[in-house]
């Protein structure tokens, strides 16, 4: 079952389409530093949940770009996704079932935890 994209989430297989075409969004990894030491996405920049608050304002080059955030599951990055749309992020999206998804859907041989 494939889900469908909103205006709030996109799909593993949808990011990888988007990153095939050349239309990669910015990809910001929210996981603690371990477990990015574990699978991490190519070309994603890393700033841990916890962080995000006091360094929200890194990522100001891309508040008018499309902006996909990340975990292991998606839920932690579903918060972080809204953190920063309440922040005046305009093209937020959270990635959908999180590295998790990624490996299932995308890259069977990454490492799994």
């Known amino acids: ?7 709030l989430e996109i799909t593993a297989r949808e990011l990888k389409d988007r990153i ?3 239309n990669a969004p910015f990809i910001l990894d929210i996981r603690e530093p371990a477990e990015v030491g574990i699978c991490a996405l190519n070309n994603g920049s890393h700033i841990p949940m916890q962080q995000l ?40 999206l959270n990635l959908t079932g999180g590295i998790s998804a990624w490996t299932d859907q995308v890259d069977p041989n990454m490492p799994r935890y």
């Open 1 to 7: 079952m494939d889900a469908k994209t909103t205006n």
């Open 20 to 22: 095939d075409q050349g």
């Open 53 to 92: 608050p006091e360094r929200f304002q890194e990522l100001n080059d891309y508040k008018d770009k499309d902006l996909v955030v990340y975990c292991h599951f998606g839920g932690r990055s579903a918060k972080c996704a809204e953190f920063l749309r309440a922040k005046g992020y305009k093209s937020v």
